[in-house]
């Protein structure tokens, strides 16, 4: 369903910064693939991320949502198929709007908006049911502004903005990088909930090893632009660390002792 | 002194203040909603004047100018908001583009002259203070008045609609309301085109008020309109939450500082020092918070940590974050 074909994208382009972020990237999603993403810094996760958000253009290939090719369309055109969650809890939502409003320019994301009137008892009530999912408290805050919500509690909001109309593809970018861990793994637990839940198909880069082998039910590893492993089923529930470790090193050539990823496996 | 003299400039001052509040509406939309101090909005004031007295003296009924007025200003922020999201010129720099432009334009409307007086024509402010048989200044009051408050209820509406929601998160966080779908550059041009419609609508009524358009009356308008945002925040700021008493306390920052004018011309002061002054204030109601917060911060600074013992009372009474 969510098809990426020879898509390339170098930034900076005869500049002394030129970066082939990304090197005729191939991927083709499963309806309700749970894909979680490694690889290390700088190895172009975020690119492909932005890349099938529309976030830039890319330099060719194409990519397919559905079907539809929406490879150059804007950012905003694609915004009807996908839900994002960021890794700064700051970019997700609105500070200066209320909870509830917030939600609702969400539960609005890829549709018509008009000259409706934004926010009425009918929707609150579903936004109250919402919130109450989340086990935060928040279902009594509901015309609290977002900016005096802890980061946590910004990031679980921005997950259930993320997906309140349904999309057909989640993109997570690290989303609990910033948290500390006991929020990072409850934004975690209820990220899994909610994928599960609705069924989503959803592509989570992450730097924690052990949560890329125990989430979804796919793993790819990113190096230098392009997917340099690609495992799913049976075969990604045997995976441990010390396999993805050697097979970074394999695949690459290289070894990553100083990377992130070892820090945090 | 001379009391009725006194009173008189006051309620000139508060009608000026009110129908200049439209136009601080229009200001308020652009600089406090989007974050863009819009230069536009000296132009399109002074274009607002222009349509509406050209068209009142062609025989067009003074409503009809009025809004002719203001659907001007509307497009000239439209212009504004093609330079800036269709061309990605920077916001300041299309406004002034547009303002400078406007210059040539607005003398093209008035046939040339630098100045249009409405001599003895009906207007909306004639209309009303014949018929009540009030001053030109009372009757200015009153439809200032009238139009604030519909120009009041149509923002609080427009901006609790869908559009109007996508449009206040687009000067909230950009980002995120694109990812969310909206396309933040019609979301930008629909506010400026919005904020200097109401500018064009506050020159029309200025006009009338004060029987001529003229090619210099909007100069500075953008430096009063941040004036009395500014004002009116130091005012009722920390009393008001509402979106609309929000607006409301823009047009009394507003009123009040028309006031300032009215009395400080009264007292003797040279008109054209009020630019002058206006810059100052807006100068120091812009750098005061600035000063004092690092003021603020160094005089609590202390080598010892006096504050830990009453952190730590409060936070086992526990705070709301988790
Ligand atoms: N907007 C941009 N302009 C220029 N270069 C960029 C841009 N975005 C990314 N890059 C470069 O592209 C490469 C890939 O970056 P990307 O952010 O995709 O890495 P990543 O895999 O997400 O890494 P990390 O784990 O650090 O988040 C990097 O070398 C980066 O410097
Ligand atoms: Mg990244």
Redesign the interface.
């Known amino acids: 369903m969510i098809e990426i074909t020879h898509v390339s994208k170098t930034f900076n382009k005869g500049t002394v910064n030129e970066k082939r972020a990304l090197d005729n990237l191939n991927l083709k999603l499963n309806e309700g693939d749970f894909v979680t993403i490694i690889g290390g810094n700088g190895a172009g996760k975020s690119t492909m991320l932005n890349a099938i958000?529309g976030t830039f253009p890319v330099d060719c290939g194409k990519i397919t949502i559905d079907g539809t090719n929406v490879t150059m369309d804007?950012?905003?055109?694609r915004?009807?198929y996908?839900g994002?969650v960021f890794q700064d809890p700051m970019?997700?939502?609105?500070?200066?709007?209320q909870i509830e409003?917030n939600l609702?320019?969400?539960k609005?994301?890829?549709?018509h908006?008009?000259?409706?009137?934004?926010?009425n008892d009918k929707e609150r009530e579903l936004y109250r049911e919402q919130l109450a999912t989340l086990g935060?408290g928040l279902e009594t805050r509901l015309s609290d502004k977002v900016g005096?919500?802890?980061g946590?509690?910004r990031q679980a909001v921005t997950l259930l903005?993320a997906t309140i109309q349904k999309p057909k593809l989640l993109l997570l970018d690290e989303h609990t990088a910033a948290l500390d861990p006991a929020?990072a793994s409850k934004v975690l637990r209820l990220t899994r909930e909610i994928v599960e839940s609705h069924h989503l198909t959803a592509l989570m880069v992450t730097h924690n090893m052990k949560d890329a082998l125990t989430i979804g039910n796919r793993l790819i590893m990113m190096d230098h632009g392009t997917i340099i492993y690609d495992v799913s089923g049976e075969e990604k529930m045997k995976l441990t660390v010390e396999d993805l470790l050697t097979k970074f090193e394999e695949a690459s050539g290289t070894e990553f002792s100083n990377d992130r990823m070892m820090l945090s496996k | 002194m001379n009391i009725n003299g006194l009173l008189g400039s006051l309620q000139s001052g508060v009608a000026q203040g009110v129908l200049w509040g439209i136009m601080v509406l229009g200001v308020y939309i652009t600089y406090k909603l989007l974050d863009i101090p819009d230069l536009t909005a000296d132009g399109s004031f002074t274009l607002g004047g222009c349509v509406t007295t050209v068209a009142i003296l062609a025989g067009i009924n003074p409503i009809l100018a009025t809004l002719m007025g203001m659907g001007a200003g509307f497009l000239a922020g439209a212009v504004t908001g093609v330079l800036h999201t269709f061309f990605d010129i920077p916001a300041i720099l299309a406004g002034i583009l547009t303002q400078i432009g406007l210059w040539s334009v607005n003398l093209r409307i008035m046939g040339g002259k630098a100045n249009n007086p409405l001599l003895k024509a009906d207007t909306i402010v004639s209309f009303f203070s014949d018929r009540l048989g009030i001053s030109n200044s009372q009757s200015s009051m009153l439809v200032g008045i009238l139009l604030i408050l519909l120009v009041i209820l149509f923002l609080y509406?427009?901006f609790?609609?869908?559009?109007?929601?996508?449009l206040?998160?687009t000067g909230?966080?950009e980002?995120?309301?694109?990812?969310?779908?909206?396309?933040?550059g019609h979301t930008k041009l629909l506010a400026l085109a919005i904020s200097n419609g109401l500018i064009g609508l506050s020159g029309a009524m200025v006009a009338q008020m004060q029987k001529y358009a003229d090619i210099n009356m909007g100069r500075g308008a953008i430096v009063i309109g941040l004036a009395a945002i500014v004002i009116g925040e130091v005012l009722l700021g920390r009393l008001v939450k509402n979106f609309g008493f929000k607006l409301f306390s823009a047009v009394l920052g507003s009123v009040v500082y028309f006031i300032i004018q009215a009395l400080v011309l009264r007292f003797g002061m040279d008109a054209n020092d009020m630019k002058l002054l206006s810059a100052l204030m807006v100068a120091a109601a812009l750098a005061i918070p600035v000063a004092m917060s690092r003021y603020n911060i160094k005089k609590s600074y202390s080598e010892n940590d006096l504050y830990a013992d009453e952190h730590r009372r409060l936070e086992r009474k526990g705070g709301?974050?988790?």
């Open positions: 958000a804007p950012e905003y055109k915004a009807k996908i994002r970019k997700g939502t609105c500070a200066g709007m409003e609702a320019l969400a609005r994301r890829g549709q908006r008009g000259l409706r009137w934004q926010l935060l005096l919500l802890s946590g509690q903005m929020t | 509406w427009f609790g609609t869908e559009i109007g929601s996508a206040r998160a909230d966080n980002d995120m309301i694109r990812a969310l779908g909206v396309n933040t709301k974050e988790s």
